[in-house]
């Protein structure tokens, strides 16, 4: 079974899962009208390529024609006949929806079922795009029903639910497949026992066909032509296999060994050149296959290349003139598909979805803007650009009739190409400009921005001096901050607690100089990590000596993995308190001793580390006990010193027992063993008050969630409990809110809660640790609970967390000073 870190891990880089849906005729047989129109994902030949629009000569602009509202949902649109077609929610059911294409007016909805609530990092609505053919939509809802309707009226046709019928299992976010039309069948990718693949009639939705077996999240199928024959590409979790339609047979099989997330979990096999396959199989690389035909005329498969050219995203490439274009961890990138060679790369336009049209990128980003850019290898090469959606966009574009349709989580637009005698230039979009309102460190930096865009004047002079006399980096400027890099480097950028995960903010360069900035405003009493990303590497501010280390984030700012530590470098602002527990301790010392509690329901016991206040053992004092979970705590979160410093200061003597025992790995029977096993162990080996109200559970991060579950679920044994920044997400909290009842008046529970104003986050994302912990604690109040409840203004990781374990043992053990 997978374990809580790993399952989280994964949804966390799954979060939101691209919108994929594939419709498919006979190879090379399409009309010219189906060639115009996009009757589904990556349009006419399932390739995201459009060639039927004439793009003005000269320079041009993108104007909307309309732009509509719907209901949030991420299915993409599908055009044909004069009808636009997607999938939205009204907050309490999805639907279907059909838009008129020359207005934008509402035609039909039908409705699917009960809207899919977002959970775990997703947003409301259906996920799946429908595909239009022969007068009828087909789509598949997120619950896993598949229906037919009419295209004209809206009108249900049939319906099929894959979960009874079929046997499909519900991915953790919902069906995301889309169908697949080939003649006058569906093929659908479920991964039912025996039917990974499965194909339906069109007309009465009969299973005319399933075979193969793989673990299906949410990819979609694909087809391909091989020696003249289609056959349709189903990708699993770890295997791809090639399905022979008319015999509704698996052709060949082939192990890719992905993992989940951002790799195979959401990997769209993207066919390229004659007989080759990209497959963003893990989240960390790609690689091209060949699919070979052997003298029994059977298949097989050879590598061609893997690298990390194109690795961590969720957009399916496209394929122009030997090379991909797709997104690499949020940069726009270009790749021989040939070698795997990266021919270049761009921060800009931003992260998105890309299609083709022409000789054209056709990019729509996150951040709802929309760009034409050349496919060449040559370099990145921008032509123009439009700000459509103030919301967020998590659907790839369409092309349709001369005309380009996109949409966000709450809107549709139509956009038309427009001539324009004033070309814009798009080379760079951050140009130095007037810095924020500030004082007189601030004044000083504008200072050297206008002198440096002075003509003639000694550079090298101007620059040296200013370092001179500005000593300290980041600038701090009251609640403004400037953070300064000095050096050669093509692209900077900066990430940091103060941006959120998978996010970085292009940095500006001042011309004529070796010098880049990002000026930003923080709380008068933050303290984030922060780094620089220097031509796409990660690196520490060599302007700044603080330093430390988190194992929060990986290089690019995606959620860390598990033991692997990157440097960060830190600021804190005027009003940050310095936390002096952390200091050297000057005075008596604990000690500190491992045991291992053995275990009948685990195979292998609980190791722990107990601290022992100075003074233990001299005579017969009980004390109580604080039961941290988590082996961090002790060296990343310095709670030796912490306990060293502060008892017999402003805190109680107290044992405190460090629990090194992995709670993603046995979140449901994690409070049986802390009951059953370890405090029994505890309370019989060392001087303990044995009673409820002389024992505290601590937890920081995913141990956070130990400590609640300890705290809230056996309030007979525990009546502490303090969490720092716990991971709040639907699928780790579940353990606990399945059992967890109303506060016990007999058994009252003291909740010290915690979390940052710069926790973990993604703003293009629907989480956010902080949000998430807030919630937690009115649910709670909610419930009957007394909740201490604390924001900060600080990051994630221990970097953050051990600064304020002295206010988190002062509240739980005060001194008595009586």
């Excluded at 934008?104 to 775990?120: A, N, T």
């Excluded at 293009?764 to 709670?780: F, G, P, Q, T, V």
Aim: glycine content about 8%; hydrophobic content about 40%.
């Amino acid at each position: 079974m997978p374990s809580l870190l790993s399952i989280a891990t994964r949804f966390i880089r799954f979060l939101v899962i691209p919108i994929l849906s594939v419709a498919w005729g006979n190879p090379g047989l399409a009309t010219d009208k189906a060639e115009s129109e996009w009757a589904q994902f990556r349009g006419p030949r399932v390739d995201g390529k459009a060639s039927h629009v004439t793009i003005p000569s000269g320079s041009f602009r993108l104007e909307p024609i309309w732009n509509v509202d719907v209901g949030s949902g991420y299915s993409s649109l599908s055009i044909k006949d004069g009808k636009v077609v997607t999938g939205d929610t009204d907050g309490t059911h999805d639907f279907f929806v059909c838009l008129s294409e020359e207005t934008g007016k509402e035609l039909w909805r039908q409705k699917i079922g009960p809207m899919y609530l977002g959970h775990d990092g997703s947003h409301n609505g259906p996920i799946s795009t429908p595909a239009i053919h022969d007068g009828r939509v087909f789509g598949l809802g997120p619950w896993g029903r598949l229906m037919a309707l009419d295209l004209e009226t809206g009108s249900e046709l049939w319906s099929k639910d894959v979960t009874r019928t079929y046997g499909a299992t519900k991915p953790h976010y919902g069906f995301t497949a889309s169908p697949l039309i080939h003649n006058d069948s569906i093929i659908l990718l479920l991964g039912a026992p025996d039917a990974a693949v499965a194909a339906f009639d069109c007309a009465t939705g009969d299973l005319q066909w399933s075979c193969g077996n793989l673990v299906v999240a949410y990819q979609t199928a694909v087809p391909i032509e091989i020696d003249g024959k289609l056959q349709i590409l189903a990708a699993g979790m770890s295997n791809l296999i090639g399905v022979d339609p008319e015999k509704g047979e698996v052709a060949w099989g082939y192990a890719h060994n992905g993992v989940g997330g951002r790799g195979s979990g959401s990997m769209v096999p993207v066919p390229v050149n004659e007989r080759s396959v990209f497959l963003s199989h893990r989240g960390d690389s790609s690689r091209v296959i060949e699919i070979v035909t052997n003298s029994d005329s059977k298949n097989s498969i050879k590598s061609v290349w893997e690298n990390r050219s194109i690795y961590n995203s969720y957009n399916v490439p496209v394929f122009h003139d030997q090379h991909l274009y797709a997104f690499s961890s949020r940069r726009l990138t270009c790749v021989n598909a040939e070698t795997g060679k990266r021919a270049w790369r761009s921060r800009l336009p931003g992260d998105g979805w890309v299609a083709l049209l022409n000789e054209y990128l056709i990019v729509l980003t996150k951040e709802g803007e929309l760009h034409i850019i050349k496919a060449t290898p040559e370099s990145y090469q921008p032509v123009t650009s439009a700000k459509i959606f103030s919301g967020l966009a998590w659907s790839p574009p369409s092309i349709a009739n001369g005309h380009i349709f996109v949409r966000s989580l709450d809107s549709v637009a139509k956009v038309a190409f427009v001539s324009d005698e004033t070309p814009k230039n798009l080379t760079d979009a951050t140009l130095p400009g007037t810095l924020p309102q500030g004082g007189a460190a601030t004044q000083m930096f504008q200072r050297l921005i206008a002198q440096l865009a002075k003509e003639g004047t000694n550079k090298d002079a101007i620059i040296d001096h200013y370092f001179s006399q500005q000593k300290t980096f980041p600038i701090v400027d009251g609640n403004l901050v400037h953070f300064v890099y000095r050096g050669e480097a093509n692209d900077m950028a900066i990430a940091g607690d103060m941006i959120g995960a998978r996010q970085e903010r292009r940095m500006t360069r001042i011309p004529g100089s070796d010098i880049f900035y990002h000026s930003l405003t923080l709380a008068p009493d933050a303290r984030v990590n922060y780094m620089f990303i220097k031509d796409y590497e990660a690196i520490v501010d060599p302007l700044n000596t603080r330093q430390t280390v988190t194992m929060q984030y990986s290089e690019d700012m995606e959620v860390g993995i598990p033991g692997r530590q990157l440097a960060m470098s830190w600021l804190s602002m005027p009003e940050w308190r310095e936390p002096k527990h952390l200091d050297v301790p000057t005075g008596p010392r604990g000690t500190t001793e491992s045991k291992q509690v053995e275990s009948e329901i685990l195979a292998s016991g609980s190791n722990l580390t107990v601290y022992l206040p100075h003074g233990y053992g001299e005579g017969s004092r009980r004390y109580p006990v604080a039961y941290v979970h988590g082996s961090m705590a002790q060296t990343m979160g310095m709670y030796i010193h912490t306990l060293d410093n502060l008892i017999e200061n402003t805190v109680a003597p107290v044992i405190v027992v460090f629990i090194d025992l992995p709670y993603s790995g046995h979140a449901n029977l994690y409070d049986q063993i802390f009951r059953k096993e370890i405090v029994p162990f505890v309370d019989k080996t060392y001087q303990t008050l044995p009673s409820r109200e002389a024992r505290a559970s601590i937890g920081s991060g995913f141990d956070g969630l130990a400590a609640l579950q300890c705290g809230l679920l056996i309030p007979e044994t525990v009546s502490k409990v303090a969490s720092q920044s716990a991971m709040i997400f639907e699928v780790m909290i579940a353990p606990i809110d399945q059992r967890l009842s109303s506060a016990s008046p007999e058994n009252p529970v003291q909740i010290y809660l915690e979390w940052g104003r710069y926790d973990m986050r993604n703003p293009h994302e629907s989480w956010d640790i902080a949000a998430a912990n807030a919630r937690y604690a009115d649910k709670l109040e909610d419930m009957g609970y007394n909740v201490d409840r604390r924001e900060v203004s600080d990051g994630t990781g221990w970097s953050s967390w051990k600064n304020r374990t002295d206010l988190l043992f002062e509240a739980l053990f005060p001194l008595d000073r009586r």
